[in-house]
């Protein structure tokens, strides 16, 4: 089945240690799209890439960049990861559908 | 500011109960209006709505938008404790890139 796959599910930091998420998909969108959310709030929208083209949101932190190496991946890293980070990091793609597909989250926690 | 908002913030109803969950926003052009389902894991693609008045239905969900009053409302009748999650409205905007802005979201809890 066409999806959106996250990797890890969960993943644990310490305090400061850069982290990599995982994100692909086999629906060949050519949108793809990292969101923070954390407990009890909304998802909010870090960054996205349409095709290549990479677009930050303005008041995403320096602290998180992002890769798309190519059509089917995308990864979020995270440089030095404080505990105001810790939160489900959700990927999604979109096509010219009008909507967006998610993946499972990323739940990360710092420690 | 564009700004989506979510009414009630959370619901207790017991199974059997029929629920309005309304979203009303402040944006002007925006392509579609999308609810989504979430438990305990990534959002679930529920409805779109593009044109005022039309609703959708599937199952005993159904939504309508009226733009309006720049508000939409998610009907669920005969709940079920499978029911109980968030329920996010989020309306695209964003053109080429289907942006989507995303309301506080409504707590629904089933009781049995």
């Known amino acids: 089945d066409a999806m959106v796959i996250q990797n890890p599910r969960y993943q644990v930091t310490q305090f400061g240690k850069p982290v990599t998420l995982s994100c692909s998909q086999t629906?060949?969108?050519?949108?793809m799209y990292w969101y923070q959310q954390k407990s009890s709030q909304a998802p909010k929208l870090l960054f996205h890439?349409?095709?290549?083209?990479?677009?930050n949101e303005a008041d995403t932190p320096d602290n998180f960049q992002s890769r798309r190496p190519n059509t089917s991946f995308c990864f979020l890293d995270i440089r030095s990861p404080g505990l105001g980070d810790a939160a489900m990091y959700l990927c999604?793609?979109?096509?010219?559908?009008?909507?967006?597909?998610f993946g499972p989250g990323t739940r990360l926690t710092v420690l | 500011e564009d700004k989506v908002v979510q009414s009630p913030l959370s619901l207790v109803v017991h199974e059997g109960d029929t629920v309005t969950l309304n979203c009303s926003y402040e944006?002007?052009?925006?392509?579609?209006l999308l609810w989504y389902k979430q438990e305990k894991k990534a959002p679930t693609f529920l409805f779109m709505l593009?044109?005022?008045?039309i609703e959708k239905k599937s199952g005993r969900l159904s939504s309508i938008l009226d733009k309006k009053e720049l508000f939409s409302i998610l009907n669920i009748t005969a709940t079920q404790t499978g029911d109980s999650a968030v329920y996010l409205c989020?309306?695209?905007?964003?053109?080429?890139?289907?942006?989507?802005?995303f309301g506080t979201g409504t707590l629904l809890a089933v009781q049995p």
């Open positions: 890439y349409y095709d290549k083209d990479f677009n």
């Open positions: 629906l060949n969108h050519n949108v």
């Open positions: 999604a793609t979109s096509s010219n559908s009008y909507t967006q597909y």
């Open positions: 944006v002007t052009n925006f392509r579609s």
């Open positions: 593009t044109s005022s008045g």
């Open positions: 989020a309306l695209n905007y964003g053109g080429a890139t289907n942006k989507l802005i």
